[in-house]
């Protein structure tokens, strides 16, 4: 409103505008934190750094935009994944549901072990009983049936410690640096050992990351028509690709055609993302989440049995990659604290 | 420079130039034809009153904007596919580059063949000596020097017929119906049966969409460290997924995770990603490239040995799906003509 009291000043009218409306963002960065639940540790100090030194197109580090790939962990980096990976409280919900269908379960292990609520017995069978489970409930039914079936799941059930929804235990420093990074032009992808529909329908919502960023274990899927004559993806009791350790940078490969940037884990299974990740040319961010906070969350790693850290803890240690000691650098953990 | 002339116009001077640039697209895009190299057919108002119905906020066939996802075929879609495939005249270029490393294939066919030039062999050795062509110049090396390999080959090899590069062969009138589909907040992909890493070197260039929004049939990768300790991608040789017919819509939910709302190719190998396509809710556009043009192209649809049109067609004719007469409805079909 101001720039045009004198007919002399005419050429600013049109020039300011412009200037505010394409630096809006720029400059409310400036006066405002965009990491609030960080504390001022040499962490913060190492992302901020990282994250002006690819945007600045003058010095040496900058990345064109269309290099922006961040890639991101789920389960320990995004979310928590104690005491049980979130998509496994999922598949032992599933069993208790489907069970009526399924009377030969009750004599049948592991899900006898599910029914009873007998954990040493689910316990004792092992990788391929977990696997098993894992079949059971997220493969013989269509992609769009599965699809429904996590979302009424993920919008109702509670997390045993927290009693809240599994959506609330996200890391809000995380939710902060992905929004800071799709503000700096990154394109942000989940790559988890998880399966890629179990966070696919929820993912876009809480995260602010959609569906086709999103890449995951996967089960092999065939098309076919349905019994009205309408075509559907039909999910077979089989393991299409596994998602985990060398498996992620080939998938990565696969899907996104790129080498990230910014790669973030927290356990050995993300120790290639970011070896691959750091062997690209230019600046490169490799960071891990330590969990280092029993009381607000958890304190784990080399020797967990779930999201265990130890090979790639050496790594970062030998190779500068930034180590996030949740207990000394988030401020918050959760944005309900 | 003339918002300003008198002082009771100041408001506009903050507010027409926000207009103007927030509007710039649509304005112009009112003012001029988006798609100059389409005919005033049915099949170009076809494709106007589609992108007007999705983008209409108000009315009942709007798309929100992020489940606007448009899916093309290339090879004979977005790029002619006569005499030969490209990618497989690139193959024939390598194994004679590659030669002089492998005198094996002296005595040995499909490769002997090749290196006659004695294509009336090369046609004998079927399906399975074009698959082991396939295998020996596409595979064997890491992701990165395959990647090399095609942008020095793309770059200077010449269509026989029109002694230009491949890609001056993409159709204009498909460049200007992604620039439109973009500039109407859709996400472009290709999903070709062509390999996935042959094309993304150029896609971005040529099309205006980068990797991450190329799906393809692609090969078995494998993670493992180089000789120099530097982690390496290396492309083994086995097919790991085929992208034609039933895998289209597979993968398309492998990677994407969404439904098209448009989707585009020119043979049978499209039929099952148009059905899919069609299947969902809402506003839908199936259409298909018929070549009818021997003169400015190629004419050919049921017997075809390559891109063959037949099931597909028959099924655009009953379930009302666009097909483009690639004679009548184009008036330019390349940018150099």
């Not at 405002?32 to 600045?56: G, R, Y």
């Not at 503000?183 to 602010?208: D, Q």
């Not at 290639?272 to 960071?287: H, Y």
């Amino acid at each position: 409103m101001a720039f045009c009291r004198r007919r002399r000043r005419s050429s600013s009218a049109l020039v300011l505008p412009l200037i505010l409306l394409l630096g809006a963002f720029g400059s409310a960065s400036a006066q405002t934190d965009p990491l609030p639940s960080w504390n001022e540790t040499a962490t913060k100090q190492s992302i901020v750094a990282f994250m002006q030194a690819v945007t600045d197109r003058a010095g040496s580090k900058f990345v064109p935009p269309e290099q922006r790939i961040a890639t991101f962990d789920n389960d320990g980096t995004l979310w928590s994944e104690q005491p049980i990976y979130v998509q496994f409280a999922f598949a032992l919900a599933r069993v208790k549901a489907l069970a009526p269908k399924h009377p030969e379960w009750k004599t049948s292990q592991p899900f006898k072990a599910v029914l009873d609520g007998d954990m040493k017995a689910l316990a004792a069978s092992g990788e391929k009983g977990l696997g098993r489970l894992i079949l059971a409930t997220h493969t013989g039914m269509t992609t769009d049936e599965f699809t429904r079936t996590v979302m009424d799941w993920i919008s109702t059930a509670q997390h045993p410690r927290f009693k809240r929804l599994y959506t609330d235990l996200v890391y809000q420093p995380m939710i902060e640096l992905l929004a800071l990074l799709r503000s700096n032009g990154f394109k942000t992808y989940i790559v988890s050992g998880g399966t890629v529909e179990f966070m696919r329908p929820w993912t876009e919502r809480v995260y602010g990351i959609p569906p086709e960023q999103v890449i995951g274990t996967s089960f092999l899927t065939t098309y076919r028509l349905g019994t009205d004559g309408r075509p559907v993806l039909f999910r077979q009791p089989k393991i299409d690709f596994v998602d985990d350790g060398p498996g992620k940078p080939v998938n990565i490969q696969k899907v996104i055609g790129r080498r990230p940037v910014l790669a973030f884990g927290n356990s050995d299974g993300d120790q290639q993302m970011l070896e691959w990740t750091a062997a690209g040319e230019g600046s490169r961010f490799m960071g891990l989440v330590h969990h280092t906070d029993a009381v607000r969350e958890w304190a784990y790693d080399r020797r967990s049995h779930i999201g265990r850290l130890d090979k790639a803890l050496d790594e970062a240690a030998a190779r500068g990659w930034t180590v996030v000691d949740m207990k000394a650098d988030w401020k918050k953990i959760f944005s309900f604290e």
